[in-house]
């Protein structure tokens, strides 16, 4: 609280921090400057290339071949791993899950959890439609967003096309092709005094073509994904704001893009075990979908992928289920998940002693309701992941009169009995088509995964 209301700068990265205390501390080793340009650089390029749950799992699985992975059949046994170091992933649909065995010691599993769904619009099938001389799209909202974001942007249309044989193709337009037009001013005179309303139903059917000429979405899918219309058995399509994720701010301390929530996190697990070496313990990464929607599902956290994968790597390592049972306790979880930082409009929505600010260090996020997993003896973990990477972090409690949201974190723990803790980086905007973080709380993330991974 000391510093609050001094000026900050993220690539001066030299500077005090707040620790659980809410003392300042130094970063030991400051990040240079062209470092994090080259971190938040590939941030970026990560954010651009995966407009959706599929594309993220396409761009983590492009990143792990290229760093040695192996991409294991999730519904085939694995090979035997007695003895060797084995980097190898799995995916399915939406999720996917990476992992590293250790040449010293396989006793426990250490993981990094995050989501790669972002709440916004998905199509619904035979979305098209005809309002007076617009083709129209008929959209689902999916998860939470802040719908008021998603008017006046120039959209892309982005998902996978699944094949009869069962085949799968992503796509994405390389230019917009759909807009929701907001009511102009002088037809809704009290918008500005009373806020935007939205009928979710009446109101978000975005403007697709003009004229009589029905344009149907599963041909254009078909065509952007290179797959013949014939071979198309179905299709799942979203909108996308069309700009590319870039640095904002007179300083460039900030990053602006769609999907921080929570693709950052993604990012920066994937960079963590990417670059991983010299682990104790069995080192994953759980990239989860549907978290935005309550993560029950096959590939959310609520579902049974994890657990089943971390039985059959133990089971690979030459381990009885008793045995595989006895990791689980000594196992931990870093549940990474973006924070709200406090907004300088809205300073009284925040509990100013606990509550996160940007380019100030990631956040511990704390809730004894089990909103997240974090416990006293769980935080250790993170702390210690933070002093190796010779970072700061900072702490998060919501307001007792605003509740907080939740994680995987929760789900995890109460799933697999490992102890988690949740952090996440602290951001702007959360669910707005348009999200907002620090440049520095960024670049400290992968470096944090990287460090508790390693155990
Ligand atoms: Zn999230």
């Avoid at 344009?215 to 700009?243: F, K, N, R, W, Y």
Wanted: one cysteine or more.
């Amino acid at each position: 609280m000391t510093s609050r209301s001094k000026s900050r700068s993220a690539t001066k990265a030299a500077k005090p921090r707040r620790n659980a205390s809410n003392s300042a501390v130094s970063r030991r080793q400051p990040s240079s400057t062209s470092s994090v340009d080259a971190t938040i650089d590939d941030l970026c390029s990560f954010l651009d290339q995966s407009p959706t749950a599929h594309h993220v799992v396409a761009t983590a699985a492009r990143r792990l071949l290229d760093a040695g992975f192996v991409w294991f059949d999730n519904a085939s046994e694995l090979p035997d791993f007695t003895g060797r170091v084995v980097k190898g992933f799995v995916t399915r649909g939406g999720a996917l899950i990476a992992f590293v065995t250790s040449a010293r010691s396989n006793d426990k599993f250490r993981i990094v959890g995050a989501h790669t769904d972002s709440p916004g619009l998905h199509l619904k099938s035979n979305p098209e439609g005809v309002a007076v001389n617009f083709g129209t799209l008929e959209v689902e909202v999916y998860g939470s967003p802040l719908l008021n974001s998603w008017l006046d942007r120039d959209l892309d249309i982005a998902g996978h096309v699944v094949k009869g044989d069962g085949g799968v193709a992503l796509f994405r337009s390389a230019s917009p092709v759909a807009r929701l037009p907001q009511l102009a001013i002088h037809l809704d005179r009290g918008v500005n005094e009373n806020g935007v309303v939205l009928d979710k139903h009446a109101h978000l059917r975005p403007v697709w073509s003009t004229g009589d000429d029905i344009i149907p979405v599963h041909a254009v899918a078909a065509h952007l994904a290179g797959v013949s219309l014939e071979d198309v058995a179905t299709t799942h399509s979203q909108l996308v704001d069309h700009e590319p994720a870039r640095l904002l701010g007179a300083d460039a301390s900030l990053v602006a893009s769609g999907r921080l929530d929570n693709q950052l996190s993604c990012w920066a697990a994937v960079d963590a075990i990417a670059k991983l070496s010299g682990n104790d313990g069995v080192a994953v990464i759980a990239l989860f979908d549907h978290e935005e929607v309550g993560s029950d599902s096959t590939t959310g956290a609520g579902g049974p992928m994890l657990e089943h994968l971390l039985e059959r790597i133990a089971e690979s390592l030459g381990k009885s289920r008793g045995e595989y049972l006895t990791m689980l306790p000594k196992s931990s979880c870093l549940s990474c998940d973006n924070a709200h930082a406090v907004h300088p409009n809205y300073q009284e929505r925040h509990d100013h002693k606990h509550a996160p600010l940007i380019n100030q260090g990631v956040a511990l996020k704390t809730n004894s309701n089990q909103r997240y997993a974090t416990s006293a003896s769980s935080a250790v973990a993170f702390l210690a992941a933070c002093d190796s990477a010779n970072v700061g972090h900072q702490v998060f409690f919501s307001r007792n009169n605003m509740p907080c949201g939740s994680t995987i974190g929760p789900i995890t723990a109460t799933r697999l009995g490992i102890d988690t803790v949740d952090v996440g980086v602290p951001q702007l905007s959360m669910h707005s088509a348009r999200e907002v973080c620090g440049v520095s709380d960024a670049a400290d993330l992968p470096k944090i995964a990287r460090a508790f991974l390693r155990g």
